[in-house]
């Protein structure tokens, strides 16, 4: 099906566009950093960026260590040590790898610099519980924000007040002369402060914040976290420059462009989208139904952004194949309609899969409305668009800069 092939083609040629490699070494040469270096690289594209630097800056990395998921590591860097740890809930893992990297940053000389390199995912693989709060507690609550239906902002500043090293909390481990911090976003706003929890980047006061957050959703906490909220704010200041590898409106931009190579009228509508997922997949969904009918081209609409989904079964996915179940369901029976959202990072939630690519038939071959519907209720996307060969399987893909998601119509079919 022609139109499933175009499907494929942007979302592919977006994600390959937002890859961190040439857009690291492109910042690089803006600010070149003279001096010896210590390279710090966390989140998921951490192993691709830091790969970029040392290509670029060679013997000039005197150290560095690199801390990514679990199988997005590509193999090994000279000169710098690589770990791999959990995400989206903190592990041992993380713990351990995040001890080393402190360890390394206490130790820094004074003239050297910290090409701090940051991307999507650092929240959970770069961390230290403090004091009086164990691993286990730490992972229960984020568990308990994730299935909330929290956005990532709410959840990082909670996250922010039980950490030693986010919420600009790193800086105390630090003495180097400056920092070069080189961000590939996955938040929405590309907030510093909130992207993989600003390690580098303190707020003033984040008591108050992780309070709401605990109280609209109503989370249950100990009292050792509630101590653990009122800290102090960090007070150390080390010089630091900062610049952008990539967000999510360079990933819309790149499959408007995918989208117009194959002959689309293209409409970028947000690349801020925060909504709740079923109930957004439903409405845009919905939207271009309506419009099929009015439209006279082969033409796509395009999202990007980070939705937030509530889990209420006990099945498996993540928040784009959520969406993509759900305006499976909204456009059965029909033609000339596909519908994809897919994670840029090529794992959505806890599962092997991006994301989903449906149509008017993914129905059909699950089984039919009622059963879709059932694996929908049961929070069980997975295996939904398993059954209809509808998955959207990547593999790692090196970058994170939120989701793509998008509907291409066709009035001809």
Not at 103 to 119: D, G, N, Y
Not at 184 to 199: E, R
Not at 230 to 241: A, F, G, Y
Not at 313 to 331: H, V
């Amino acid at each position: 099906m022609k139109i499933r092939n175009d499907a494929k083609y942007i979302y592919e040629a977006a994600i390959s566009a937002v890859l961190p490699e040439s857009s690291v070494i492109k910042r690089l040469d803006e600010t070149p950093i003279n001096g010896p270096i210590t390279l710090l690289a966390i989140g998921k594209a951490a192993w691709k960026m830091a790969n970029a630097a040392k290509r670029h800056y060679g013997n000039q990395i005197i150290n560095g260590m690199v801390i990514t998921k679990y199988g997005h590591s590509e193999g090994n860097i000279e000169g710098i040590k690589i770990y791999e740890a959990g995400h989206p809930v903190v592990d041992a893992a993380s713990v351990f790898a995040t001890e080393n990297a402190l360890r390394m940053c206490q130790a820094i000389p004074k003239e050297h610099v910290l090409l701090f390199l940051i991307s999507g995912g650092g929240s959970a693989l770069f961390e230290k519980p403090t004091d009086g709060i164990s691993l286990d507690e730490l992972a229960a609550l984020s568990d308990q924000l994730i299935r909330s239906g929290a956005s990532i902002s709410e959840i990082n500043a909670v996250r922010k007040g039980l950490s030693d090293v986010k919420g600009g909390r790193l800086l105390n481990y630090l003495n180097c002369r400056s920092i070069f911090a080189i961000i590939l976003s996955d938040v929405v706003g590309d907030s510093l402060t909130t992207i993989a929890s600003g390690p580098i980047f303190p707020e003033e006061d984040t008591s108050h914040l992780a309070y709401e957050v605990i109280n609209k959703y109503k989370i249950s906490i100990s009292p050792a976290i509630m101590e653990a909220f009122n800290r102090p704010s960090v007070s150390k200041v080390i010089p630091t420059t900062s610049a952008f590898a990539g967000n999510v409106k360079s990933l819309c931009k790149a499959a408007q462009e995918a989208a117009e190579k194959c002959g689309y009228v293209t409409h970028v509508i947000d690349t801020a989208v925060t909504s709740e997922a079923k109930g957004f997949s439903r409405f845009i969904s919905q939207q271009a139904l309506r419009d099929k009918s009015e439209i006279t081209e082969p033409t796509v609409w395009i999202y990007g952004g980070e939705t937030t989904i509530l889990v209420k079964g006990n099945g498996f996915g993540g928040r784009s194949q959520a969406m993509a179940l759900t305006s499976a369901i909204e456009i059965a029976g029909t033609s000339g309609i596909v519908m994809v959202s897919v994670g840029s990072d090529g794992t959505d939630g806890p599962t092997d899969a991006a994301g989903g690519m449906v149509d008017g038939e993914t129905v059909s071959r699950m089984g039919g409305v009622a059963k879709a519907e059932a694996y929908l209720e049961n929070d069980d996307a997975y295996h939904a668009l398993a059954a209809s060969q509808d998955l959207i399987i990547t593999g790692p893909t090196g970058t994170n800069v939120n989701d793509l998601m998008f509907i291409l119509v066709n009035p001809a079919d």
